[in-house]
């Protein structure tokens, strides 16, 4: 069901998003530096892995081996990470609401046989094969997001795909402090703590661990329970 009032926000992030990555999306996509080398880029998307995925198999694997898993990443822009996602795990489906970077993930990432991209509507995992997946993951995707109803239906979304027992790891803006418009697909909404852990109970998750609340990067560990 689409959310009230949301299909201007689809439009405006679906546009803005392309709009940055018809302009230098490496840049928009790891801010870090303006011009990336091709290869320092990917491999900036290996040490997300490698700090984000690699350092945490007991809580995404903890009795399976990772290459079995199929996994589901949430704004995957030019394929960053997911490439690197595509090294460690069985099946990697990652969606976009951005076209362009769809356009450009798939055109980086071809040849890869256990990588699939999607162009979502920016709201739901509705373009997903509706079947079981074991991971899902999302990184400097949320703190973009501009409405708190948005990152709710993913959490309902992911709930409604993830197997019993399985995680969703993911990162949102956890900084209260920045200033920005209600619009702003660029600085989204930040989250306290205590509001986390009432999106967990509404979706269905236990909010197990989070990590770096009150900044940028709040990392959070939602898993499905058995
Ligand atoms: C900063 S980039 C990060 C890309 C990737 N996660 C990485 O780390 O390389 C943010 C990505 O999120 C996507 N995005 C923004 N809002 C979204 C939404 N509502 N649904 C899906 N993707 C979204 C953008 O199009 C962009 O590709």
């Known amino acids: ?29 790891n801010t870090e530096q303006v011009e990336w080398d091709e ?18 198999f007991g809580n995404i694997s903890p009795d399976r081996d990772p290459a079995t898993l199929r996994v589901i990443e949430i704004g995957c822009g030019v394929g960053r990470v997911t490439r690197a996602l595509s090294r460690v795990f069985g099946e990697v489906h990652a969606v976009d609401v951005s076209g362009e970077m769809i356009r450009q993930a798939s055109e980086n990432l071809a040849g890869i046989a256990n990588v699939f991209l999607y162009q979502n509507n920016g709201q739901d995992l509705s373009v997903l094969p509706p ?66 852990v009432e999106l967990a109970a509404r979706t269905g998750f236990e909010p197990r661990y989070r990590v770096g609340e009150g900044t940028q990067y709040f990392w959070v560990w939602f898993f499905k329970p058995l």
Not at 49 to 54: A, D, H, Q, S, T
Not at 159 to 179: C, N
């Open 39 to 56: 290869d320092q880029f990917f491999q900036s998307g290996e040490m997300t892995v490698n700090e984000e995925i690699r350092t945490d």
């Open 131 to 196: 079947v079981e997946y074991d991971f899902a993951f999302s990184s400097i995707v949320f703190q973009h997001i501009p409405s708190k109803a948005v990152i709710e239906s993913y959490a309902r979304e992911v709930s409604r795909l993830l197997r019993p027992g399985a995680l969703f790891k993911f990162q949102i803006q956890g900084d209260p402090t920045t200033e920005r418009d209600e619009d702003d697909t660029w600085l989204g909404v930040s989250w306290t703590d205590e509001e986390v």
């Open 1 to 29: 069901m689409p959310l009230p009032g949301f299909e201007e926000l689809r439009k405006k992030m679906a546009r803005d998003w392309d709009e940055r990555a018809c302009e230098n999306a490496k840049y928009y996509v």
